[in-house]
């Protein structure tokens, strides 16, 4: 099993694509520990996953969640070997939107939502590595839309920021840090269905358009099932050689038309 005996943090593991990948881990032999906002989805999350699985509720905006969370990773595990950050979410109904439209309220909430709070568990993170001596890894999720705008259906232009954000701090990072061991990629899925992406799932115009956009396998939405492997593939030693890394999985997104 890839991730035989690794202690790996999901943040936002408890729903959509975290719970997904955190399935997925578990199956290679990870000991997890999940973080989310709501307590009666997070203790279900764990039950699901099995006995021995760590879990915390709190919100991802909140520096001291991120440490809290490597505290019971470390109290349960002994150790910290991996991170993966998948917490996020949309702005729109908070004012995100094109720049003319976009609201100080939405641009603080977005901001708040998806980039800082990446900050937060990554630094939390890399203590934790540096502490130990010992490396580690950290995935960040990414999108899409951080190099490949869709305006007419996907015009979110804080979102679009701060993803391209975690870019620019997941590279910055995995250059500085390569020389500890610490590992540093961020995943950019494209359309997927999540309990975010429910706009999008229930418009025909943009599914008309994903089949465009998105070809591979008939033209569809993702599935969180979808990145399962190359989570598993980018916190293993299959990808020890690897770091500073954007992994698209996005049916085609970042090449196609539309």
Same mark, same amino acid.
């Given at each position: 099993?890839?991730?035989e @005996?690794?202690?790996? &943090?999901?943040? !936002? =593991?408890?729903?959509g694509?975290?719970?997904?990948?955190a399935r997925a881990?578990?199956?290679?032999g990870?000991?997890?520990?999940?973080? =989310?906002?709501?307590?009666?989805?997070t %203790?279900?999350a764990?039950r699901?996953?099995?006995?021995?699985?760590?879990?915390?509720?709190?919100?991802?905006?909140d520096?001291? &969640?991120a440490?809290e969370? &490597?505290?019971?990773?470390? @109290?349960? *595990?002994?150790?910290?070997? @991996?991170?993966?950050h998948?917490?996020?979410? /949309?702005?729109?109904s908070r =004012? +995100? $939107?094109?720049?003319?439209?976009?609201?100080?309220? $939405?641009?603080?909430?977005?901001?708040?939502?998806?980039?800082? /709070?990446?900050?937060y #568990?990554?630094r939390?993170?890399?203590?934790?590595?540096l502490?130990q001596?010992?490396? @580690?890894?950290?995935?960040?999720?990414g999108? &899409?839309?951080a190099? /490949?705008?869709?305006?007419? *259906?996907?015009?979110?232009h804080?979102y679009?920021?701060?993803?391209?954000?975690?870019?620019?701090?997941?590279?910055?990072?995995?250059?500085?840090?390569a020389k500890?061991?610490?590992?540093?990629?961020?995943?950019?899925? $494209? #359309?997927? %269905?999540?309990?975010m /992406?429910?706009r999008?799932?229930g +418009?025909?115009?943009i599914?008309?358009f994903?089949?465009s956009?998105q070809?591979?396998?008939?033209?569809?939405?993702?599935?969180?099932?979808?990145?399962?492997?190359?989570?598993?593939?980018?916190?293993?030693? !299959?990808s020890? *050689?690897?770091t500073?890394?954007?992994?698209?999985?996005?049916? $085609?997104? #970042?090449?196609?038309?539309g």
């Amino acid at each position: 099993m890839r991730l035989e @005996g690794r202690s790996v &943090v999901i943040v !936002g =593991g408890t729903t959509g694509m975290g719970l997904s990948a955190a399935r997925a881990c578990a199956r290679e032999g990870a000991k997890l520990t999940i973080v =989310g906002r709501d307590a009666e989805t997070t %203790e279900a999350a764990a039950r699901e996953l099995g006995s021995g699985v760590g879990s915390l509720t709190g919100d991802a905006t909140d520096p001291s &969640v991120a440490a809290e969370a &490597v505290k019971v990773a470390v @109290g349960c *595990f002994g150790r910290l070997d @991996g991170l993966y950050h998948v917490a996020g979410g /949309s702005g729109r109904s908070r =004012g +995100d $939107g094109p720049l003319h439209e976009l609201t100080d309220e $939405g641009l603080a909430y977005t901001l708040d939502v998806n980039l800082k /709070s990446v900050f937060y #568990s990554n630094r939390a993170a890399v203590r934790r590595f540096l502490l130990q001596g010992t490396g @580690g890894v950290v995935l960040n999720m990414g999108s &899409v839309i951080a190099r /490949s705008p869709s305006p007419e *259906f996907f015009g979110t232009h804080a979102y679009a920021a701060a993803k391209a954000g975690i870019e620019g701090m997941t590279l910055g990072c995995a250059a500085y840090y390569a020389k500890h061991g610490v590992r540093f990629n961020v995943i950019a899925p $494209g #359309s997927v %269905e999540t309990p975010m /992406s429910q706009r999008a799932a229930g +418009d025909t115009q943009i599914l008309q358009f994903l089949k465009s956009k998105q070809p591979l396998d008939g033209g569809r939405m993702g599935r969180p099932e979808d990145l399962d492997e190359a989570v598993v593939f980018l916190l293993s030693d !299959g990808s020890k *050689f690897v770091t500073g890394q954007i992994f698209a999985v996005d049916g $085609g997104w #970042s090449v196609s038309d539309g």
